[in-house]
């Protein structure tokens, strides 16, 4: 099946006009569209002690397609709205939901969701990944962040300032677990002439499955076979907080922005376990495009085919506290993006990770210091 849509898809983005979707008319008054994404990334290693790769073939070498997601969503009649969304790559379910929209005109406008969505935390996880910095999410967003679960929320967008607040279960593939509640509010006290300062502050709060928690992360190489750092297996995890701070700084050209994760494990019989991470990034897109902004989210604005973007970032995880020797990761990234078209882009990243992990029971030390090459080619619709 797989291999009959590719080709599909990979004719449709590159000669379809470049608009954000496919409208297919009317149905039972709902306007109907499709929109898809593809991305085939390439990930080439220079290992420290582990085997990145996880291959016994000796390339130290990934590729193959990381993304490939098909959305039907409709607009109306009235405020309603509704989507369904799947990732045929990774088998899993995107947002399926249903909304109602009321307000606006003037008036702060209110929205109403019932079913599968990303949770109210963290900017870079809310963004859409077509519109990613990076071609991996930085470590503490991967960790920290909660994604897709099926649920309820209820959001606030007066334009300048906005919030969320939900409920959410476990998500349609019920491979995630733990009920909980999320809420997410911004602030854009600056948001005029190209200029937007945001702010925002997020909690989490949610059971964990039978008692257990895992964190661990990849060395920012979403097809990387180990994973750096790693808690290893909690059992007596009752409950798991995390508080989310964000910032963001644009002007015209130039996108300064940053994250917070501290995170709390609440555990049975044991002192809490209490994690941290986060990054800071610049990106630079020269020619004197910028970024669009709303509902307290940015997206690179394309005008023109050939739109360059620079990017640097750092990002650091820390998962020692106590006896848990989880160990802390640091990395930067340099990335160049390039949009061939407005729905194609070309991706490349060089990431030097330093980690250290101990061992809890002899005391020592481990230190693996990788080095990653990316490469991504993302068509978009």
Not at 56 to 84: N, Q, S, Y
Not at 116 to 138: G, M, T, V
Not at 151 to 170: E, L
Not at 363 to 370: E, Q, T
């Amino acid at each position: 099946m797989k291999r009959l849509l590719l080709p599909i898809a990979l004719g449709a983005a590159c000669w379809m006009p470049a608009h954000a979707e496919i409208p297919l008319g009317t149905v039972a008054g709902s306007e109907v569209a499709f929109e898809g994404m593809f991305q085939v990334d390439g990930y080439w290693f220079d290992n420290d002690l582990r085997d990145l790769d996880g291959r016994d073939d000796g390339r130290d070498r990934a590729t193959g397609i990381r993304r490939f997601e098909l959305v039907l969503k409709g607009k109306g009649p009235g405020g309603f709205g509704w989507v369904l969304g799947y990732d045929i790559e990774g088998d899993n379910f995107l947002d399926n939901n249903v909304t109602w929209a009321f307000g606006g005109d003037g008036s702060p406008k209110q929205t109403l969701l019932l079913g599968q969505a990303k949770q109210p935390n963290s900017l870079e996880e809310l963004s859409s990944s077509r519109h990613n910095d990076f071609i991996a999410k930085a470590a503490a967003t991967a960790t920290f962040a909660t994604g897709r679960r099926l649920g309820a929320s209820w959001s606030y967008d007066a334009g300048a300032h906005g919030a969320t607040v939900g409920w959410f279960g476990r998500n349609l593939d019920d491979d995630a677990g733990g009920a909980g509640y999320g809420a997410r509010g911004w602030w854009a006290p600056v948001r005029d002439d190209g200029r937007v300062l945001h702010l925002g502050l997020s909690h989490v709060d949610r059971d964990t499955d039978s008692d257990a928690l895992r964190l661990r992360a990849r060395p920012n190489a979403d097809m990387a076979a180990v994973r750096i750092v790693d808690s290893g297996s909690l059992v007596d995890v009752d409950r798991l907080s995390t508080t989310g701070l964000e910032a963001m700084w644009i002007d015209g050209p130039v996108k300064l922005q940053g994250e917070y994760f501290l995170s709390s494990a609440d555990r049975i019989g044991n002192s809490g376990y209490d994690t941290e991470g986060g990054y800071v990034s610049a990106l630079w897109t020269p020619g004197g495009s910028g970024w669009n902004y709303s509902g307290g989210l940015p997206r690179t604005r394309v005008e023109n085919p050939g739109l360059w973007q620079f990017g640097l970032r750092y990002d650091y995880l820390d998962l020692d506290d106590g006896a848990v020797r989880g160990g802390r990761m640091e990395a930067w990234t340099a990335g160049v993006n390039w949009y061939w078209r407005q729905n194609a882009k070309l991706m490349l990243n060089y990431v030097n990770v330093t980690s250290r992990a101990s061992d809890a029971a002899s005391g020592l030390v481990f230190n693996d210091d990788p080095s990653i090459l990316e490469a991504r080619v993302q068509l978009h619709w």
